[in-house]
C-alpha cells in the first residue's frame, strides 16, 4: 500500500483529475501483486451494474431541470420575506434559500455556484467584505446537501446498503438545526460589522401565505418523494425517475418556463456532471478493492481501537479522520472508498447506521468547502474573484459552527433518529 499512497500524493500533486489520480494509483498495486488487470477493469464495470445507483443521475437531472424552471427567482423572493428582516438581511436570506433549495437540488456545489451568480454581486454592492460573501454562500451549499434529497445521502445508503428512505427522512431535523446555528453564527457577525436588514419589518401572515402558495409546487417535492418512499409506492432510484417528471411538468405546464433551450443546456450540463461523478465511482472501485484485498479496513479498525474502546473516543476519531481527508479528496470518492471501512467499525461501537451517515455525510460534505482542494471552495472563489486565503478566513466562524452541531449530533442521536424511527416504526 506504501507505493499507492506516494503515486496517489505525487499525481494529486501534480494536478492530475481526482478520478484519474485513484484509477492510476491502483495499477502499481495490481502490477506488484501479480493480479491481472482485468479484475480491475471487471470491479469498474461491476460498479456501474447497480439498481440503486440510478437514483444518482435521475436526481441529478431532477435538480438541473428545478433550477431552469422558474423556481430559484420564486424561493429568493420567499427566503426574503422570511428572513431579510434579521440583521444581515441578504446573508440571511442565503441560508433560507439554501434550505429551500435542499428540497430541490441536493447539490452543495450546485447551491454555491447559484447563490454566487444571483446574490452574490448584491450583496458585496451593499456592503458585504467579499471573503464574507464567498464563505457565507459556499457554507451554505451544506445546507442544502443536508435536506433531502441528497446526492451524498444516496451514494452513502448504496455503498453501506443502508435504507435510502430513513437516511432522507433523518437529514430534515439536523439541516434545520444547520441553519439555524448558522444564522445565529451570521447575526453576531452582522451585529459587529453594521450589516443592514433587507426589510424592517417582520413579514405579515399573508405575505408568508402568498410565499407559501407561490412556491407550492417546490416546497411539496420533498414531502412527495419521501411520502412515497415511506408508502412504499417507489424506491430510491424510482423516485428519481418520478423526481424528472414532476420537475418537467411543473417547468413546463405550472410555471411555463422550461423552453426547448433551456431543455437543452439541463441535458448538456447534466451529462457533464454525471459523467464526472460516475467516473468516480469506476475508478474508486478499483481503489476499493485494493483497499480490501490490502486489509486496510482490518488495520485502521485495529489502530482506532487500540486508542479506547470508548464509542465516542472511537466516533470523534473517524470524524477527525474524515475532516482531514475530506481537506484533499473528493467527497463522492470518500464516500465510496470510506464507507466500507468505517461502517462496520462503528456498527461494532453500537451507532446506528444512519446516525453515522449523517455524520458522515456533513463532515466529507464540509471538506469540499475547505482548503487546499475544497471543489465548493474553488467554485464561490472562482465565481466572485475572491482569494482562497481570505475566503478561509472568513469561513472559520461557520467551520467552527457545523463542528459544534456535529458534536451535538454525536452526544444525542435523537435528534437524527427521531422522525425516521417514528415514520419507519423501528
Known sequence: MG?????????????????FTIGLCSLPYFIVNDIPLAVAVQRMISSTQSFALLAVPFFVFAGNLMNETGI???????????????????????????????????????DAAMECR????????????????????????????????SLGLILYGVTGEVSIGRLFIAGIVPGVLLMAAMMLTTMFIAGKRGYRRER?????FMEVLYGIKENFWALIFPVLLIL??????????????FAVV?????????????????????????????????????????FGYVV??????????????????????????????????????????NVLILVPIFLPLTRGAGFDDVHFGLLFMLINTMGGMTPPVGVTMYTACSLLDCRTDIYTKEAVPYIITVLTVVIVLVIFPEIVLYLPNMLFNT
Not at 424592517?200 to 405579515?204: A, C, I
Not at 475532516?323 to 473528493?330: A, K, P, T, V
Open 228 to 241: 412515497g418512499i415511506r408508502v412504499g409506492i417507489f424506491t430510491a432510484s424510482e423516485a428519481g425517475a
Open 72 to 110: 430559484t427567482p420564486r424561493m429568493i423572493k420567499f427566503a426574503n420575506v422570511l428572513t431579510g428582516h434579521w440583521r444581515g438581511g441578504l446573508a440571511q436570506v442565503s441560508l433560507a434559500l439554501s434550505a429551500l433549495m435542499g428540497g430541490v437540488s441536493g447539490s452543495a456545489v450546485a
Open 118 to 149: 444571483v446574490l452574490g454581486p448584491s450583496m458585496m454592492e451593499k456592503g458585504y467584505s467579499k471573503g464574507f460573501v464567498a464563505a457565507i454562500l459556499g457554507m451554505g451549499g451544506l445546507i442544502t446537501a443536508t435536506i433531502p434529497p
Open 200 to 204: 424592517e419589518k417582520h413579514p405579515s
Open 246 to 286: 414532476y420537475a418537467f411538468l411543473v417547468g413546463a405546464f405550472i410555471y411555463r418556463e422550461l423552453s426547448m433551450k433551456k431543455l437543452w443546456e439541463v441535458l448538456r450540463q447534466t451529462a457533464a456532471d454525471i459523467g464526472v461523478i460516475m467516473l468516480i465511482i469506476v475508478c474508486s472501485s478499483a
Open 3 to 19: 507505493i499507492v499512497a506516494l503515486v496517489f500524493f505525487v499525481l494529486l500533486a501534480g494536478g492530475l483529475p481526482l478520478a
Open 292 to 333: 480490501v484485498t490490502a486489509r486496510l479496513p482490518q488495520y485502521l479498525s485495529q489502530f482506532i481501537v487500540g486508542i479506547s474502546d470508548n464509542r465516542y473516543v472511537i466516533m470523534f476519531s473517524i470524524l477527525g479522520f474524515l475532516f482531514i481527508i475530506g481537506m484533499f479528496m473528493e467527497a463522492t470518492a
